[in-house]
């Protein structure tokens, strides 16, 4: 799943993707659990790889 910066690829519409994000984020909580994030860290290679060329 893409980061939430990158949905008005699949959201043209600004407003609609906000509307989105507003409610997907509504009443949410972040855990944090003092671990390192798999998926952060490998988007991030992920992203470095592609800069790379």
Not at 24 to 34: E, V, Y
Request: proline fraction near 6%; hydrophobic fraction near 40%; glycine fraction near 6%.
């Amino acid at each position: 799943m893409p980061a939430p910066d990158e949905w008005t690829k699949t959201f043209t519409d600004p407003r609609l993707c906000a509307a989105i994000v507003d409610r997907l984020t509504f009443n949410g909580a972040i855990i944090q659990t003092g671990t390192e994030s798999y998926r952060l860290a490998h988007t991030k290679a992920l992203a470095e790889q592609a800069a790379a060329g």
